[in-house]
Nanobody, 125 residues
């Protein structure tokens, strides 16, 4: 399986972006999928994920209010819609997928077998 993340860019505070993560090689329809982000000099952290049962989980209530994770099984693609972007959202965003991730491990980067290369989101003030 290969994951290709795209959709990043330079935006202003308050703008929106939609990130895409296209999977190839096999269907990830019943896999756990997630978005992580890594700011300069920081660890990679969980943003949002969809567990194998289709449940959506967000890192914080703030992200839940501004971001939406969704999957399109027909396109084998996972999206992250990000609204009301702020400068502290600046990071490289990575998508991840795994066939055996259990719900309690959804937030853990080590639980995922496959990663995209990342797409840079820069939010200017």
């Amino acid at each position: 399986v290969q994951l290709q993340a795209s959709g990043g860019g330079l935006v202003q505070a308050g703008d929106s972006l939609r990130l895409s993560c296209a999977a190839s090689g096999r269907s990830i329809a019943r896999w756990a999928v997630a978005w992580f982000r890594q700011a300069p000099g920081m660890e990679r952290t969980f943003v949002a994920g969809i567990n194998r049962s289709g449940g959506r989980i967000y890192s914080t209530d703030d992200m839940k209010a501004r971001f939406t994770i969704a999957n399109d099984n027909a396109r084998n693609t996972v999206y992250l819609q990000m609204n009301s972007l702020r400068p502290d959202d600046t990071a490289v965003y990575y998508c991840a997928a795994g066939p055996s991730v259990i719900s309690s491990s959804l937030r853990s980067p080590t639980a995922y077998n496959y990663w995209g290369l990342g797409t840079l989101v820069t939010v200017s003030s």
